[in-house]
């Protein structure tokens, strides 16, 4: 036997997902999170997973890919390295001023979020190079030398170096760098060029700080997880990995490095897990939602394509490194349901987490959450949890909500619950909205494809609230992401802004750009060059005078610049609506993806028919819309291929429950997933 091993830690559980190479079988462990050091929930659950899948020893553990919240968390909760900042002279206050856009239009009390290296930690030293890489004043060594003076007396732990037009004459920053390390030696030193080389100080600076910020925090957790492998009976611990925002994966080395790449890690894994599921079951566009403890993730997938973010953002600050278009909203089974100052029902984006959890779990919680409110309302069972092996507390639930809640809104039990949901539900749809609607794509032509460990109570009226006639549950929903994490290839991305119209471009220019990006990306993938490597190209293209560019796909094979252009027209009326034959075309970007074929491919065995009328394990009352259903549950891997459900219905698993609105019908497809639909 030989395996690989995903694991996506979360805010309340870490997922485990073992794949034995040979028989193709896949085996599922969750365990509860450990926020103060996620690495302990890591170990402990890779113990656990390796001896309850039968494997004889570790040894034969050949990989494990993770996705991660360490670098997400150290932004959003501000608790990352003591860093500084070296920059051009008069550009100190770039990463204070951001863009002129304001964050909320119409709001005159907004304020921009403030810089992770405050003023006082930020630099100048006397250098200039033009926006086409000349030199028109040479760097100040001694002015270096004045400031390393400086950082060695604040015991910096990560310095972040960004000059002005870097990007196209890289000179200075690697002299900066160079010096600096030499003097700070117990300091780690990050260089904007080499994570940015695109136009747009801002987002090339606010991307270095960001990774400065992060890059000891991921560095010290990788080195906890190598040691705690050591200390499990890993005497020879597998290849690390980690799951990048581009929906790749990189090895553990570079990411203690560049860490900033992993901020989308573990929600990267849903999607790619959402683009597989959609292609077995033949249908190119899907909306991916996941539902987990703390947060509620949604991407699109259309005509089997998943988007970029054009204008990514972390805790309110830029980020420009190639990342998945996810959404991302405060809204989890662990959300905290409160009111707000003028008595309205507000949920999230405050969450209980794994500790103390929401008030059922039993752990001293008393707030109530999303998932006391599913359990008040006979949605979930207490002892569904973790195929019973958590038993929630359906008193201290009831008491969370009637004392925090329907005591003060004066109203019931039920009614304070189902307002719960219904207000979650609200924030979640809106979230939706503003990746299909607001990107030019009509939610009904999708399926909806929701999953987590709290997405398959609520896609039923998510589903109904955008439109959506198809619902398809996976076959684990609770640790889907965590699966896609096994289907990830090996990836690199490379950007470079090389701007001029499209009419005029060289062909050949692009082509040599190209080639030397090309050959960055398979330098950088060398270590698994056996498996094969494949380059797509794409060009950011825009009209002039505009102050944004979109992505255009081309055979770099055979480039035709006018087959581009016309690409571009069609692209810019699909997404805005609207397009501008006769307005010139400017290149601004040069994309270029470089991939691995990791061998991570998991199919999804077939299951067994079911022969006779599925057999329910119990029933229960159900609140739906103020009234109670006498709704019958059943277990999942009791439902074999061709099974068909009619709601109301509760379907309950490991990882997850599956809950069957009135008026809808469910079938089991060949694989096991549920697809859900409106009974006509």
């Known amino acids: 036997m ?4 995903a694991i996506d830690t979360g805010g309340t559980f870490t997922d485990f997902v073992l794949f034995d190479r040979e028989s193709k079988q896949l085996c599922f462990h969750k365990a509860a999170s450990t926020p103060d050091d996620p690495s302990r929930s890591l170990i402990d659950g890779l113990v656990e997973i390796v001896q309850q899948s039968g494997s004889p020893t570790p040894a ?41 856009d304001r964050p909320h239009m119409y709001d005159l009390r907004s ?12 630099f100048e030293v006397e250098e200039r190079v033009l926006y086409d890489g000349t030199v028109e004043t ?36 690697r002299l900066a760098g160079q010096l600096l390390a030499a003097r700070l030696p117990n300091a780690t030193v990050c260089l904007s060029h080499e994570l940015v080389q695109q136009e747009g100080e801002y987002e090339r600076f606010s991307t270095c700080a960001m990774n400065a910020f992060v890059q000891p925090v991921m560095a010290r957790y990788l080195g906890r997880i190598e040691a705690g492998l050591q200390g499990a009976d890993f005497s020879s611990p597998p290849p690390l990995f980690v799951m990048k925002s581009n929906g790749g994966a990189m090895a553990a080395t570079a990411a203690a490095t560049q860490p ?32 987990g403890g703390t947060s509620f993730d949604v991407a699109v997938i259309h005509e089997g394509r998943i988007a970029f973010a054009r204008d990514a953002e972390m805790a309110g600050l830029a980020l420009k490194v190639p990342m998945l278009d996810i959404h991302t909203i405060g809204a989890g089974g662990g959300s905290i349901a409160w009111t707000d100052a003028g008595g309205a029902l507000r949920v999230g984006p405050q969450s209980a987490g794994a500790h103390p959890g929401p008030a059922c779990y039993g752990r001293g919680g008393s707030e109530p959450t999303v998932t006391d409110a599913n359990l008040v309302l006979g949605r979930l069972a207490p002892k569904s949890l973790l195929g019973g092996g958590m038993e929630l507390d359906l008193e201290a639930a009831r008491r969370a909500i009637r004392d925090r809640l329907a005591t003060p809104l004066n109203s019931s039990l039920e009614a304070a619950a189902e307002g719960i949901i219904r207000v979650v539900n609200a924030s979640m749809t809106a979230a939706i909205r503003k990746l299909t609607v607001e990107r030019g794509h009509d939610p009904r032509s999708f399926t909806l494809c929701p999953f987590g460990g709290a997405g398959p109570l609520h896609g039923a009226e998510l589903a109904r609230e955008i439109g959506v006639e198809e619902i398809l549950v996976p076959v684990a929903p609770g640790l889907t992401s965590a699966v896609g994490l096994l289907m990830s290839d090996l990836r690199e991305d490379a950007v470079r802004t090389d701007v001029s119209l499209l009419s005029q471009a060289s062909p050949a220019r692009v082509e040599a750009i190209v080639a030397e990006l090309e050959q960055a990306g398979v330098r950088r993938l060398a270590f698994a060059a056996d498996h094969g490597l494949t380059t797509s190209v794409k060009l950011g293209l825009r009209y002039r005078g505009q102050g944004y560019d979109m992505p255009v796909a081309v055979d770099i094979q055979a480039l035709h610049l006018e087959r581009v252009a016309e690409d571009f027209h069609a692209a810019h009326e699909g997404t805005y609506g609207f397009a501008r034959r006769d307005q010139a075309v400017e290149l ?15 199919a999804m065995p077939d299951i067994a028919a079911q022969v006779n009328v599925p057999e329910q394990i119990g029933d229960r009352p159900v609140i739906f ?12 891997s009791h439902l074999g291929a061709g099974a068909r459900l009619e709601g109301p219905a509760v379907i309950e698993q490991l990882d997850s429950t599956t809950l069957l609105w009135p008026g809808q019908r469910a079938r ?4 096991g997933q549920i697809v859900m639909e409106a009974i006509p």
Request: aromatic share 6%; with cysteine; charged share 20%.
């Open 111 to 122: 304020r921009r979020s403030e810089s992770l290296v405050p003023r006082s930690m930020r």
């Open 60 to 100: 034969q553990i050949e990989l494990l890919i993770h996705g991660t919240t360490v670098a997400t968390n150290a932004v959003l909760q501000r608790r990352g390295a003591r860093a500084a900042f070296v920059t051009t002279e008069g550009f100190r206050d770039v990463l204070h001023i951001q863009r002129q």
């Open 588 to 602: 601004v970007n040069i994309w270029v993806s470089v991939e691995v074929d990791a061998g991570n491919s998991v």
């Open 260 to 291: 900033v790449q992993t901020i989308l890690s573990g929600p990267a894994g849903g999607v790619v897990a959402g683009r597989q599921i959609a292609s077995a079951y033949g249908e190119g566009n899907i909306i991916t939602c996941d539902m």
């Open 625 to 636: 819309e103020g009234q109670e259903h006498k709704t019958p549950v059943f277990w999942r």
């Open 138 to 173: 040479p760097l100040s060594e001694a002015q270096l030398e004045a400031i390393a003076e400086k950082l060695a007396a604040l015991d910096v732990e990560a310095v972040a170096i960004g000059f002005l037009h870097s990007f196209t004459n890289p000179d200075h920053e």
């Open 2 to 5: 030989t395996a690989r091993i």
């Open 668 to 671: 089991v497809d060949a694989v």
